[in-house]
């Protein structure tokens, strides 16, 4: 999809993206191959021919961020099946104190099969989340863009979150899904243990609570609760991004090598 995208370009928006597509330019190359493209003027063609022939550069250099830089963040969907082999699943729990008290206590991140949860208190740590993020190249939240990364922000202030980030819960709303994570996985068959289908995150300060006044098997079960919710990103992912790629993708999918080798 990445490599179909055209609306990074200064003067085109999904209209004249999917008149591209219909002419039959589905790709950079196929748009750099065409002397002339209908609705471009001859004057800004050569134009374009340098933004696109930046972004194959871009692209082959594994550089998420340039597109993460110009691409409205509802479109970095788009990144998802190109650099999903260096994406970071993330989802944090919170003590549940008012604004400006409140800290994380649990930190899930998942990339590439593995599972790893940092505690407050113990392995959460700046320097433990700046190598997480520095090993990515996308980062896929549920509602993150407005809770989790301004939470961390707000909590490490040092972290660098300019990564393309494909929130799920946007992602979700503009196919029509609505409500929380778990009535979502719901909907489209996304299953976790029975023990943990009916927490939430409230049970998560809960458990947390719990664990604080010294009973251990309040914070195995937190783990477990919040590993769910981050590994159960990466099915949702999955869902989602072909369903976007067959409501706003190219009439037909383009398939071809990846340029980009992860």
């Known amino acids: 999809m990445l490599e179909s995208t055209f609306i990074f370009l200064k003067g085109i928006g999904p209209y004249s993206e999917r008149r591209l597509w219909e002419h039959g330019i589905d790709s950079w190359r196929a748009f750099l191959r065409e002397p002339s493209v209908p609705g471009i003027s001859p004057q800004r063609k050569p134009l374009y021919d340098?933004?696109?022939?930046?972004?194959?550069?871009?692209?082959?250099a594994g550089d998420s961020r340039f597109f993460a830089a110009r691409l409205k963040a509802r479109e970095h969907?788009?990144?998802y099946e190109t650099f999903r082999l260096r994406t970071l699943f993330l989802d944090i729990e919170a003590s549940g104190e008012s604004a400006g008290y409140a800290h994380a206590t649990v930190i899930g991140l998942y990339a590439n099969g593995r599972m790893t949860s940092l505690v407050y208190g113990d392995t959460l740590t700046e320097e433990r989340l700046r190598e997480a993020l520095a090993q990515a190249d996308l980062l896929v939240t549920f509602f993150g863009s407005v809770f989790d990364v301004p939470f961390l922000r707000a909590?490490?202030?040092?972290?660098?979150?300019?990564?393309?980030?494909?929130?799920?819960?946007?992602?979700?709303?503009?196919l029509g899904l609505h409500g929380g994570l778990k009535r979502i996985e719901s909907e489209l068959s996304i299953s976790r243990d029975a023990d943990?289908?009916?927490?939430?995150?409230?049970?998560?300060?809960?458990?947390?609570?719990?664990?604080?006044?010294?009973?251990?098997?309040?914070l195995d079960l937190l783990l477990r609760y919040n590993a769910a919710d981050t590994r159960n990103l990466e099915p949702l992912a999955e869902r989602l991004y072909r369903r976007l790629l067959e409501q706003y993708g190219p009439p037909t999918p383009v398939i071809r090598s990846a340029a980009y080798p992860g």
């Open 155 to 174: 909590a490490f202030p040092g972290l660098d979150f300019g990564l393309p980030h494909f929130d799920l819960c946007f992602a979700a709303r503009r």
């Open 196 to 218: 943990l289908a009916g927490l939430d995150g409230w049970d998560a300060v809960r458990l947390w609570r719990e664990w604080r006044c010294g009973r251990q098997s309040s």
């Open 50 to 60: 340098l933004e696109v022939s930046a972004a194959i550069d871009h692209l082959a």
């Open 77 to 79: 969907w788009r990144l």
